[in-house]
């Protein structure tokens, strides 16, 4: 009988928790679909501010604007902290065509790759041997390889549900394509860009040499899905069609620039932080509305939502834009650097980096204890067809805060359309749907709640 009655009692208590939880959530949805700001934030730092290439003017303006705004909603603490960062200049728009034979040309939608090299000033033109993976650009060899320019042609696969999945398995042919591609003599790299959709527009990101010294390093560019296509099928007609490249960018010495950091001290556990964030920098083909711009002003709001449903944080919620994901993580490891000098206990640490549409649910970098005990809040979420709960990793800001015992969470919204605008010049303040946005800032604001109200098992 007693085993009953404590059990019976231990039921009540579980139901009363989760009916408060569900009564606060809903009380966080409510507030959040009317009168979030997230929309109107991202307006301005979309369409004011514009692109924000590391390094470049507007990060800096970006910079300002977010330590402005954050001391606006009332944080108890506002500061920048500083970090250097790459500065790479893309320089006048670039110019490709293709040759099929004198007089006949076709014009291409090309873009320089980050971090890459300049042409020289009247451009490269070669014939083109297409590839689609380094065992085939290693079977061909010198022989066949040298003197000319390298395409890169492996799409993203179709036929897997996650287009994440579907990126990181192509995306080394323009991370490393240059640097493969020159062992054998090649004078130039051009590569699909990473998109599901057949397009007009070209998607840059960072790639690397490695260790190849300057006096060695090829350029390289990203041509759209459709010109891919078009190039693929001349090339099948005349293999010794040329191809034509020039583009002016210029990579130089480092520059000063800051993460932008905000907290509000808990209450209860001052010491234990609970970190929400995203990358304030972008690239600059767009304004980076999805890429990153989203996440920063969904991070933003989280306070602001919390306080209008009537939540006092019980630990320190700290909120961090930072600087540099795209070409170099400078600030997310200048942020691991000082919290681990002075040992800062981060029990949990959520990223939105993945863009402003409909959220379904978090991946979650846990140990397995925790990850049992994050599961039991699905259904808290399922109302809201946000419940897909899976471990596999958070998001790179956050992931060189791990520990044992500590938390890190994705927001993982729906992914079918992200790679149609990741680092293309249709990444956009017009391509953001305002209620999948908010829709963002509720599952964030009501997960950061939770892990407030319950921390971590340590």
């Not at 034979?101 to 014009?107: K, L, S, V, W, Y």
């Not at 492996?154 to 579907?166: C, E, H, V």
């Not at 640097?179 to 960072?206: C, W």
């Not at 509305?289 to 919620?317: E, F, W």
Request: aromatic content about 10%.
């Amino acid at each position: 009988m007693k085993y009953f009655s404590k059990l019976f009692f231990l039921l009540i208590v579980f139901n009363v928790f989760s009916q408060n939880d569900q009564e606060m959530i809903e009380k966080i949805f409510d507030n959040t679909m009317s009168s979030s700001k997230t929309y109107e934030l991202l307006d301005h730092l979309s369409n004011e501010i514009g692109g924000r290439l590391s390094g470049s003017l507007n990060a800096e303006r970006a910079v300002e604007w977010g330590r402005d705004e954050l001391k606006k909603i009332g944080f108890d603490k506002v500061w920048l902290q500083e970090v250097m960062v790459p500065k790479w200049v893309r320089g006048p728009k670039e110019f490709a065509l293709i040759e099929t034979q004198p007089g006949t040309t076709f014009n291409v939608d090309a873009c320089a790759l980050g971090g890459s090299v300049a042409t020289p000033s009247v451009g490269i033109k070669a014939n083109v041997i297409e590839v689609h993976d380094f065992d085939e650009l290693k079977e061909l060899g010198k022989e066949k390889i040298d003197g000319k320019i390298v395409f890169f042609n492996r799409p993203m696969q179709s036929n897997l549900i996650s287009t994440f999945q579907a990126y990181g398995e192509a995306v080394d042919q323009r991370t490393n394509g240059a640097v493969e591609a020159v062992k054998y003599g090649a004078i130039g790299v051009i590569v699909r860009s990473m998109s599901l959709r057949l397009d007009d527009y070209p998607h840059t990101g960072v790639m690397s040499y490695g260790q190849l010294p300057p006096s060695k390093r090829i350029p390289a560019a990203a041509i759209s899905t459709n010109a891919s296509e078009k190039l693929s099928n001349l090339l099948l007609i005349n293999p010794n069609l040329k191809f034509l490249l020039r583009q002016q960018c210029k990579q130089y010495a480092d520059v000063k620039s800051h993460n932008v950091i905000a907290e509000i001290k808990g209450s209860t556990y001052p010491k234990e932080i609970i970190l929400v964030g995203g990358h304030l920098d972008s690239w600059d083909l767009g304004d980076g509305s999805h890429d990153d711009g989203a996440g920063i002003v969904q991070s933003m709001d989280v306070i602001n939502i919390l306080r209008k449903s009537g939540y006092k944080p019980k630990r320190t919620i700290r909120v961090v834009l930072f600087m540099n994901e795209e070409n170099g993580t400078r600030g997310a490891k200048k942020y691991s650097e000082i919290s681990k000098k002075k040992s800062l206990n981060h029990i949990f640490a959520l990223e939105s980096d993945a863009g402003g549409f409909s959220p379904r649910g978090f991946s979650f970098t846990s140990n397995k204890e925790n990850f049992s005990k994050i599961l039991k809040w699905k259904n808290l979420f399922a109302p809201y067809l946000i419940q897909s709960f899976e471990t596999g990793g958070s998001g790179a800001d956050i992931a060189p805060l791990e520990t044992k015992n500590n938390v890190l969470a994705g927001l993982r919204p729906d992914s079918q359309r992200y790679f149609d605008y990741h680092h293309a010049a249709n990444d956009t303040f017009d391509a953001i749907n305002k209620r999948e946005l908010e829709l963002g800032s509720f599952a964030m604001t009501s997960l950061i709640y939770l892990f407030d109200k319950y921390g971590v098992n340590n």
